[in-house]
Nanobody, 123 residues
Framework: QVQLVESGGGLVQAGGSLRLSCAASGSTVNAYDMAWFRQAPGKDRSFVADISRGGSLRSYADDVKGRFTISRDNAKNIMYLQMNSLKPEDTAEYYC????????????????WGQGTQVTVSS
């Protein structure tokens, strides 16, 4: 079992930056592929980025590629999402997730979820 807690959300102007953190406890995070998802009001939860348990493989949704960077520090049991050049359409609740198996970007692949952190980007 692993517990995930997100932090770092907030209100930012368009073009600004935020860094989200996902702190894991209860198990060593290097046993899991991990990912970020987001959910805007009235929309489905969607994949943002993922990172393999060793950190060597990363992938991104097309609409964040080049602006967001996912990383992890297994020694500290933390995953990050650096978000630059934020746009109003990035406004959403952001969730981190951990998968015992391989991260696929499909919600069903993830076994553990955090409670979310809100990101609001004003125009």
């Amino acid at each position: 079992q692993v517990q995930l807690v997100e932090s770092g959300g907030g209100l930012v102007q368009a073009g600004g930056s935020l860094r989200l953190s996902c702190a894991a406890s209860g198990s060593t995070v290097n046993a899991y592929d991990m990912a970020w998802f987001r959910q805007a009001p009235g929309k489905d939860r969607s994949f943002v980025a993922d990172i393999s348990r060793g950190g060597s493989l990363r992938s991104y949704a097309d609409d964040v590629k080049g602006r967001f960077t996912i990383s992890r520090d297994n020694a500290k049991n933390i995953m990050y999402l650096q978000m630059n050049s934020l746009k109003p359409e990035d406004t959403a609740e952001y969730y981190c997730a951990a998968a015992r198996g391989r991260s696929t970007g499909d919600l069903r692949a993830y076994d553990f979820w955090g409670q979310g952190t809100q990101v609001t980007v004003s125009s």
